[in-house]
């Protein structure tokens, strides 16, 4: 057992992200390791889908600066690399949000993906939970230099279940992904190339395989949607539950998110994950049927376990706690029993705001430890970020021992 430990931590190596350090295993992506760390270290992401195999490489939102490329050859990479498509190196040093450079091509990344994007967002069904929609509000310019006439599409039925408005496509090749990985056969791709390619069916067949809801979840605009839900409700009066039920599908795992309003579930959808990506259940990504998710839109089709858990930051959560749904403050309970003083190191304001620590100075977002030093206090939060959750259950060990 020792020896598989050993082995274990010898497997890994390490990479700092925006100065902060974690450990992966070897052929991860930077962008998979800095999603380890979280928060705003990892980069955004357009085309790139883990559980998508050959995703990513294409829209460059995941621009990172490798400002050394590893222990043994320190030297930088003189261009930006996109995160989703390079793999770590032991002793690889990374800046996301801490390289002007990175911010600087974002910023055209994004100008270029809205080209011919058009901005109707207020009739948009991907409103409120469109990626493109979150980046344009931090990285986007207020008007636009493009002078040319915009490309334009008429809407296509692609389907019984799914629309097609290929004016909002961004191209990420995600769609393609899922009806190649999931769906029995693909009926649907891109047709030509550069600035004419565009998504279409081949001669305008439908596409009506029984996986084939997944790409409206996979599409991170408004390009393909629920032709069951459109225009029925905005997606921030709704409220998600998980919910699940025994599908007669063999492939479709049956655990999903009903979005509700009321007594009525207006919409089904998979069970996403921080990154808005499918979650994974049992050891696989939890896809789900077009039974599923177009027919069974009636309360008791389902079990409901309670409510699905939704990103922080995220147009959902507005105005959905207040009065009746207190979120739980034991934070001893919610942590599996830790001191939230050791946990999360938070002391009195004033140490916070302690003058010594100059935080515009910092060169990475600022953490525990940075406070910790300026106070001179003993330091108890780990070296590294992302074994947080084994130097937590040793802390547990050692706390339940003390007590
Ligand atoms: S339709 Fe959506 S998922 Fe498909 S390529 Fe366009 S943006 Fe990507
Ligand atoms: S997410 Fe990396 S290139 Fe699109």
Same mark, same amino acid.
């Given at each position: 057992?020792?020896?598989?430990?050993?082995?274990? +931590?010898?497997?890994?190596?390490?990479? +700092?992200?925006?100065?902060?350090?974690?450990?992966?295993?070897?052929?991860?992506?930077?962008?998979?390791?800095?999603?380890?760390?979280?928060?705003?270290?990892?980069?955004?992401?357009?085309?790139?889908?883990?559980?998508?195999?050959?995703?990513?490489?294409?829209? %460059?939102?995941?621009?990172?600066?490798?400002?050394?490329?590893?222990?043994?050859?320190?030297?930088?990479?003189?261009?930006?690399?996109?995160?989703?498509?390079?793999?770590?190196?032991?002793?690889?040093?990374?800046?996301?949000?801490?390289?002007?450079?990175?911010?600087?091509?974002?910023?055209?990344?994004?100008?270029?993906?809205?080209?011919?994007?058009?901005?109707?967002?207020?009739?948009?069904?991907?409103?409120?939970?469109?990626?493109?929609?979150?980046?344009?509000?931090?990285?986007?310019?207020?008007?636009?230099?493009?002078?040319?006439?915009?490309?334009?599409?008429?809407?296509?039925?692609?389907?019984?279940?799914?629309?097609?408005?290929?004016?909002?496509?961004?191209?990420?090749?995600?769609?393609?992904?899922?009806? &190649?990985?999931?769906?029995?056969?693909?009926?649907?791709?891109?047709?030509?190339?550069?600035?004419?390619?565009?998504?279409? +069916?081949?001669?305008? %067949?439908?596409?009506?395989?029984?996986?084939?809801?997944?790409?409206?979840?996979?599409?991170?605009?408004?390009?393909?949607?629920?032709? +069951?839900?459109?225009?029925?409700?905005?997606?921030?009066?709704?409220?998600?539950?998980?919910?699940?039920?025994?599908?007669?599908?063999?492939?479709?795992?049956?655990?999903?998110?009903?979005?509700?309003?009321?007594?009525?579930?207006? %919409?089904?959808?998979? %069970? &996403?994950?921080?990154?808005?990506?499918?979650?994974?259940?049992?050891?696989?990504?939890?896809?789900?049927?077009?039974?599923?998710?177009?027919?069974?839109?009636?309360?008791?089709?389902?079990?409901?376990?309670?409510?699905?858990?939704?990103?922080?930051?995220?147009?959902?959560?507005?105005?959905?706690?207040?009065?009746?749904?207190?979120?739980?403050?034991?934070?001893?309970?919610?942590?599996?029993?830790?001191?939230?003083?050791?946990?999360?190191?938070?002391?009195?304001?004033?140490?916070?705001?302690?003058?010594?620590?100059?935080?515009?100075?910092?060169?990475?977002?600022?953490?525990?430890?940075?406070? &910790?030093?300026?106070?001179?206090? &003993?330091?108890?939060?780990?070296?590294?970020?992302?074994?947080?959750?084994?130097?937590?259950?040793?802390?547990?060990?050692?706390?339940?021992?003390?007590?």
């Amino acid at each position: 057992m020792a020896d598989e430990i050993k082995k274990d +931590t010898a497997a890994k190596v390490k990479v +700092t992200i925006d100065g902060i350090t974690t450990e992966v295993a070897p052929g991860t992506s930077i962008i998979e390791a800095a999603r380890q760390i979280g928060g705003a270290v990892a980069p955004p992401a357009m085309c790139y889908y883990k559980s998508l195999e050959g995703s990513g490489g294409r829209c %460059r939102t995941c621009l990172v600066e490798v400002t050394q490329g590893s222990a043994a050859n320190p030297r930088p990479i003189p261009k930006l690399v996109a995160s989703c498509r390079t793999s770590v190196e032991e002793g690889m040093v990374v800046k996301n949000i801490t390289s002007e450079r990175v911010l600087d091509a974002r910023d055209g990344v994004v100008e270029f993906l809205l080209i011919n994007h058009p901005l109707d967002c207020p009739i948009c069904d991907q409103a409120g939970e469109c990626d493109l929609q979150d980046l344009s509000y931090s990285h986007g310019n207020e008007g636009t230099r493009y002078k040319f006439v915009r490309r334009t599409f008429i809407l296509e039925d692609i389907g019984p279940y799914i629309k097609l408005h290929m004016t909002r496509c961004i191209l990420c090749y995600r769609c393609i992904h899922v009806a &190649d990985q999931i769906t029995e056969k693909r009926i649907h791709g891109v047709m030509d190339r550069g600035d004419r390619a565009f998504i279409s +069916t081949y001669i305008s %067949r439908a596409i009506d395989n029984d996986f084939s809801g997944n790409m409206i979840d996979v599409c991170p605009v408004g390009a393909l949607t629920d032709r +069951t839900f459109r225009f029925k409700n905005r997606v921030w009066f709704t409220k998600p539950v998980y919910v699940h039920r025994d599908c007669e599908n063999p492939k479709c795992c049956g655990k999903a998110t009903a979005w509700m309003r009321g007594d009525e579930i207006f %919409r089904v959808t998979t %069970r &996403d994950n921080e990154w808005g990506e499918v979650q994974i259940i049992d050891g696989e990504p939890a896809w789900i049927c077009n039974t599923c998710r177009f027919e069974k839109k009636q309360v008791s089709d389902w079990v409901i376990e309670g409510p699905a858990t939704v990103r922080k930051i995220s147009v959902v959560n507005v105005n959905k706690y207040r009065n009746t749904i207190k979120p739980k403050e034991t934070l001893m309970d919610v942590m599996g029993g830790l001191k939230p003083n050791l946990l999360m190191n938070i002391r009195s304001v004033s140490e916070v705001n302690d003058p010594d620590i100059k935080l515009s100075e910092l060169n990475r977002p600022a953490i525990a430890r940075d406070f &910790d030093i300026a106070n001179d206090i &003993d330091n108890k939060i780990p070296e590294n970020p992302g074994n947080a959750e084994k130097y937590n259950s040793e802390l547990l060990k050692s706390s339940t021992k003390e007590n």
